[in-house]
């Protein structure tokens, strides 16, 4: 049986998706099958076997698409297995230790019963969305801190486990 997975992601400025695109892009190399799309825009999981979100984070908030995705399809997330991801810090923070889910993903994991969390980097650059933003790049806090090779290594944990289990 080929195993089914969706890699939804919410974000704003679209660093999220670079990182859902990875992460699927590493699933079909390990023989799944796997589609990313916008957390905003996916009506029905039940076509999927595993369900991988993603969200950025944003003044310790997960990205509301993220969320509201969660809550919209809990009951049948919690029927097969889920794997969240947050990006966000805009510093080498996430590749030097583990950064624990902020409040709303933690609440979103205990509500699907996710397998696992984890914070990758950020990347938020010149064009950004938002005075918020655009004032970060602007005093140079900004720059990409996504972390493909731990990104690329966290999916092949992801597909190991998918691919282990019993169907």
Same mark, same amino acid.
């Given at each position: 049986?080929?195993?089914?997975?969706?890699?939804?992601?919410?974000?704003?400025?679209?660093?999220?998706?670079?990182?859902?695109?990875?992460?699927?892009?590493?699933?079909?190399?390990?023989?799944?099958?796997?589609?990313?799309?916008?957390?905003?825009?996916?009506?029905?999981?039940?076509?999927?076997?595993?369900? @991988?979100?993603? $969200? &950025?984070?944003?003044?310790?908030?997960?990205?509301?698409?993220?969320? %509201?995705?969660?809550? +919209? #399809?809990?009951?049948?997330?919690?029927?097969?297995?889920?794997?969240?991801?947050?990006?966000?810090?805009?510093?080498?923070?996430?590749?030097?230790?583990?950064?624990?889910?902020?409040?709303?993903?933690?609440?979103?994991?205990?509500?699907?019963?996710?397998?696992?969390? @984890?914070?990758? $980097? &950020?990347?938020?650059?010149?064009?950004?969305?938002?005075?918020?933003? %655009?004032?970060?790049? +602007? #005093?140079?806090?900004?720059?990409?801190?996504?972390?493909?090779?731990?990104?690329?290594?966290?999916?092949?944990?992801?597909?190991?486990?998918?691919?282990?289990?019993?169907?």
């Amino acid at each position: 049986m080929n195993t089914n997975v969706l890699v939804a992601y919410g974000t704003t400025n679209g660093s999220t998706v670079g990182i859902a695109e990875a992460v699927a892009q590493v699933l079909r190399e390990e023989g799944l099958t796997a589609e990313t799309a916008s957390a905003g825009t996916i009506r029905d999981v039940t076509p999927y076997d595993a369900v @991988v979100v993603g $969200g &950025g984070l944003y003044a310790g908030h997960w990205h509301k698409d993220a969320r %509201r995705f969660v809550r +919209r #399809n809990a009951r049948e997330l919690g029927e097969r297995p889920v794997w969240l991801f947050s990006s966000g810090p805009l510093d080498p923070s996430a590749s030097e230790r583990d950064i624990p889910p902020v409040p709303g993903v933690q609440r979103a994991m205990r509500r699907v019963d996710a397998r696992e969390h @984890v914070t990758f $980097g &950020g990347c938020l650059e010149e064009g950004a969305k938002g005075f918020v933003a %655009r004032m970060i790049v +602007r #005093n140079g806090k900004g720059g990409d801190f996504r972390d493909f090779p731990r990104i690329e290594q966290w999916a092949m944990h992801v597909a190991d486990e998918l691919t282990r289990a019993d169907p």
